[in-house]
């Protein structure tokens, strides 16, 4: 930006900051025409790799709670095979082996193969490891890297993914993604959109496995379990939920005393996650409620400074698509997200991008005058990335007027790039997909809500990394 436009962008700072009012954008962008259907079977993004009874469809996940482990998971199609990893720090030298299970499935009239999820634990910080599956002429050979040790200024750099299903556009976000330099993914829930498909539900799991491998190989996703992994079937005889889903990928619950592996957290280099599910109970005194009042005690802003909430179904959202239903959440929990200063939530579901400023609705009574959201320090700045590109398009039709708590929404297709710097500062990108080019649309620089509070901010030295620019007004308001 520069000359006029400079001048009067920083006027118009200027003015929010003297006012206090801002006032939000909805993008004008209008993308051209892109395919929006599911990859044919037989594309080869969908190859099934060479040699007989090969692993598929491999991905890895936090194994534990603090980023020492890592669980590998893959599906045998012919036969289970052994549940090994081979693991070690130098390329084809394989000094270490774990040992898995393995489990298998049926759904209406599909059978799964053989799912195997292994932990591999025990891992040194900021490491690279080769790992291999698989045995003979059908091993295949992948490698990932470990995080550093958690440590506040620890800087780490996050993806946030969600609704992706199997579609060209989905193709789009993983190879966009994987340019970014992001480590790990946050995934939001609605993974492959397999329940669209009767006859083919797990062969459209089957794919999408295979489509996400050449980035869930490699980097851990943090899973987040959306509506369409309800699988709620009782026409099929399929009556229990999640049941694709919890087969198939793994959480690590327990490491967070969770007592389901539909809701847990994980800490991470300097950031604290906590994963929600918008589909389990979670009204006061429920396994969740108890579980996330205890996990917020659990966090210490001294060491992850970065306290960061994923779920599925947002709390804020003015797009017509899902509004509301986000509500029942909010109000069992905005609460506690404002009592501990939580930096960000990100959720999915709406199949558009939107941000919202510092706002809560902490004061709404049911018989009083409050009912509107009003800015609030204390509140997390809530994301909705439901835009991964999957079959069932974008939700292009947002309430009009754009509500005062909204700051910038659009219908595209993206991803999104959390970079934590250090304790203080975090670089964040929303990336629209441009018909084929990676677009930032979004960019806020964030200043974490505990250690940018005045009185520990006295505590930080002077060299401590510090933005003078322009990016650092636009995340005041
Ligand atoms: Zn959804
Ligand atoms: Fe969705």
């Not at 993308?31 to 259907?37: K, L, N, V």
């Not at 967070?256 to 006061?284: C, E, G, N, Q, T």
């Not at 109000?331 to 501990?340: C, I």
Request: hydrophobic residues 30%; glycine residues 6%; contains cysteine.
């Amino acid at each position: 930006m520069k000359g006029w436009g400079l001048l009067v962008f920083s006027l118009h700072v200027i003015s929010c900051l003297v006012s206090g009012v801002s006032s939000g954008r909805t993008s004008s962008y209008v993308r051209t025409e892109f395919p929006s259907r599911d990859i044919p079977l037989e594309s080869e993004w969908f190859a099934i790799p060479k040699g007989y009874n090969a692993p598929q469809q491999v991905h890895i996940t936090q194994g534990d709670y603090d980023g020492k482990a890592v669980i590998v998971s893959w599906v045998t199609p012919e036969e289970p095979g052994p549940s090994e990893v081979f693991y070690g720090k130098k390329e084809k030298q394989y000094d270490q082996k774990a040992e898995g299970t393995t489990t298998n499935y049926t759904f209406y009239d599909y059978k799964s193969g053989y799912i195997h999820h292994c932990l591999v634990d025990g891992l040194e910080y900021n490491t690279k490891y080769y790992y291999k599956i698989g045995s003979g002429d059908s091993a295949r050979e992948f490698w990932f890297e470990t995080p550093p040790a958690i440590d506040p200024d620890a800087s780490y750099t996050f993806g946030i993914i969600g609704d992706l299903g199997q579609t060209f556009n989905s193709l789009s976000t993983l190879q966009h993604y994987e340019k970014t330099g992001g480590q790990t993914v946050l995934f939001v829930g609605d993974l492959s959109y397999a329940d669209r498909y009767e006859h083919d539900d797990g062969i459209r799991w089957d794919s999408w496995g295979r489509l996400v491998e050449r980035s869930t190989a490699y980097q851990p996703w943090i899973w987040n379990a959306g509506n369409h992994e309800i699988e709620y079937r009782p026409d099929l005889g399929e009556t229990s939920t999640f049941k694709p889903y919890l087969h198939r990928y793994m959480t690590p619950y327990l490491a967070s005393k969770s007592s389901s592996p539909m809701w847990y957290a994980v800490r991470r280099a300097s950031a604290h996650i906590i994963v929600l599910s918008s589909y389990s109970p979670f009204v006061k005194y429920t396994p969740q409620w108890w579980w996330l009042k205890n996990e917020f005690k659990r966090v210490d802003r001294e060491k992850t400074p970065w306290l960061i909430v994923l779920m599925h179904s947002p709390m804020y959202n003015s797009n017509e698509a899902h509004y509301m239903e986000g509500e029942s959440m909010r109000a069992a929990f905005e609460k506690w997200f404002v009592k501990y200063k939580v930096d960000l939530v990100f959720a999915g579901h709406v199949h558009a991008y939107e941000r919202s400023y510092r706002i809560s609705n902490v004061n709404y009574n049911i018989t009083s005058g409050n009912r509107y959201p009003v800015p609030d320090k204390s509140a997390p700045v809530y994301i909705t990335v439901g835009d991964g590109g999957n079959q069932e398009g974008l939700a292009s039709r947002f309430n009009d007027p754009q509500p005062d708590y909204s700051a910038f929404r659009e219908a595209s297709y993206g991803h999104s790039i959390l970079q934590l710097k250090n304790r203080t500062h975090a670089v964040y990108r929303w990336n629209r997909n441009d018909d084929g080019n990676n677009v930032p649309a979004d960019t806020v620089v964030f200043h974490n809500q505990y250690w940018t509070s005045s009185t520990r901010r006295r505590r930080l030295k002077k060299n401590h990394f510090h933005l003078e620019n322009l990016e650092d007004l636009i995340s005041l308001f």
